[in-house]
């Protein structure tokens, strides 16, 4: 089984979905601050920008469906090593499973390519943190809810050292010109997946792949 060959096509289905269901939302947003048809703002002294709803609902649109692209780039990432390793691996017995598997599936699958093949993922062109941020990013999306937004926060650990992609420009800004005690009571960041971190995500986890596809086809073949 070509198993790179699906995975590429998984992720040439998450571009063109976001391509396809973001448009109407950005360009409704656009034509929102240029006062464009249908959203010409009215005469008005309160001082409250017009179509202010919309502009919201528009930009939590295209968050959302960020949100859920990245979940699909998480899941396909997996569904691969999953693959590589029934094909080519003995299954895992419940207990060393959970051994393995202890500290994230990234670092368990990299625990058994590095045993299995002899190829660690610190050999490949893509940091482990970098891949880690994707799936981590992606279980805040699915197990931080509100009912009062849409807008899920980041784990704790993001107010550390290793810094998601998946953050707004100005929460950053806010962040690095805080004092760093000031962090601990503050309220973590929330996730923000738009169009450049979704597609450097995707093609983050292409390289990847490529490079895993070609040192495992080397190990077995020459």
């Given at each position: ?40 703002p009215p005469y008005s002294e309160d001082g409250e920008p017009p179509f202010l709803l919309e502009w919201q ?94 807008r899920p926060k980041h784990a704790d650990r993001k107010l550390g050292a290793a810094r998601s992609v998946f ?56």
């Amino acid at each position: 089984m070509n198993v790179a060959w699906f995975l590429n096509r998984r992720l040439d289905f998450i571009r063109q979905l976001y391509a396809g269901s973001s448009a109407p939302f950005v360009d409704r947003r656009i034509k929102i601050e240029n006062g464009v048809e249908p959203f010409v703002p009215p005469y008005s002294e309160d001082g409250e920008p017009p179509f202010l709803l919309e502009w919201q609902e528009a930009c939590d649109s295209i968050d959302v469906l960020g949100h859920a692209c990245l979940c699909m780039l998480s899941s396909a990432l997996q569904a691969y090593l999953q693959t590589r390793v029934r094909l080519r691996c003995e299954e895992l017995s419940d207990a060393d499973r959970k051994r393995v598997f202890r500290k994230g599936w990234i670092r368990g699958y990299n625990r058994i390519f590095t045993d299995a093949f002899g190829i660690p993922f610190t050999d490949g062109p893509v940091p482990i943190a970098v891949l880690e941020d994707i799936v981590l990013t992606r279980n805040s999306i699915q197990h931080d809810l509100e009912i009062t937004t849409n807008r899920p926060k980041h784990a704790d650990r993001k107010l550390g050292a290793a810094r998601s992609v998946f953050l707004d420009a100005r929460e950053v800004e806010l962040l690095d010109r805080m004092n760093p005690d000031a962090r601990t009571w503050l309220a973590p960041p929330t996730v923000h997946v738009n169009q450049a971190s979704l597609e450097a995500s995707i093609d983050t986890v292409a390289r990847f792949v490529e490079w895993l596809d070609g040192a495992i086809e080397a190990k077995l073949y020459g």
